[in-house]
T-cell receptor
Framework: GAVVSQHPSWVICKSGTSVKIECRSLDFQATTMFWYRQFPKQSLMLMATSNEGSKATYEQGVEKDKFLINHASLTLSTLTVTSAHPEDSSFYIC????????????????FGPGTRLTVL | TQLLEQSPQFLSIQEGENLTVYCNSSSVFSSLQWYRQEPGEGPVLLVTVVTGGEVKKLKRLTFQFGDARKDSSLHITAAQPGDTGLYLCAGTWNGTASKLTFGTGTRLQVTL
């Protein structure tokens, strides 16, 4: 149990276009999802916390108008990179946690496989 | 923003050797996790430690949590090529709920 998927697994787009990445919890309901960004040879940096039915909370330095997050249901959160530029090229990873009593312990985060975004 | 420093940043060893990776913070963790990540994939949880002084073993991997809960180490015995990957520690602190802050990472390469 506790599988998280992301779609697409990779995407290439032209500069100035918008790209939507989906994060789904396949076999559990996730009240909270997180979005991370990972540049080559670097660690994961938290971008935002997404709570179902409410506005996302963004980390310092992350532009909320550029990285739109929608957590419309307990199994789906989307990240839209608006007007993408080459510097937005990165590996985007989501994670999801269950409410207490679920599969995970200590609010364990279950990570998706990531989406590689390349902006030309 | 909490900072987690890992050392070393990169480690290249031969099969059969032992190694230790360190994770340090200036603040007290409420919990600390270790992950392994392979290229093009998401991180996979190896262990969670919450109690100061705690030691956990996972086959050839031994995880220690410092008594003061500010540092942790991962020791691998008799490394194998399959251990190759990016090792990440990640911590949570009181007041930040389930938000994880990841360490700087240690890239391990094990060769035959």
């Amino acid at each position: 149990g506790a599988v998280v998927s992301q779609h697409p697994s990779w995407v290439i787009c032209k500069s100035g276009t918008s790209v939507k990445i989906e994060c789904r919890s396949l076999d559990f309901q996730a009240t909270t999802m997180f979005w991370y960004r990972q540049f080559p040879k670097q660690s994961l940096m938290l971008m935002a916390t997404s709570n179902e039915g409410s506005k996302a909370t963004y980390e310092q330095g992350v532009e909320k108008d550029k990285f739109l997050i929608n957590h419309a249901s307990l199994t789906l959160s989307t990240l839209t990179v608006t007007s993408a530029h080459p510097e937005d090229s990165s590996f985007y990873i989501c994670s999801a946690i269950q409410p207490r009593g679920g599969v995970g312990r200590n609010n364990e985060q279950f990570f998706g496989p990531g989406t590689r975004l390349t902006v030309l | 923003t909490q900072l987690l420093e890992q050392s070393p940043q990169f480690l290249s060893i031969q099969e059969g050797e032992n190694l230790t990776v360190y994770c340090n913070s200036s603040s007290v963790f409420s919990s600390l996790q270790w992950y392994r990540q392979e290229p093009g994939e998401g991180p996979v949880l190896l262990v969670t430690v919450v109690t100061g002084g705690e030691v956990k073993k996972l086959k050839r991997l031994t995880f220690q949590f410092g008594d003061a809960r500010k540092d942790s180490s991962l020791h691998i015995t008799a490394a194998q090529p399959g251990d190759t990957g990016l090792y990440l520690c990640a911590g949570t602190w009181n007041g930040t709920a389930s938000k994880l802050t990841f360490g700087t990472g240690t890239r391990l390469q094990v060769t035959l």
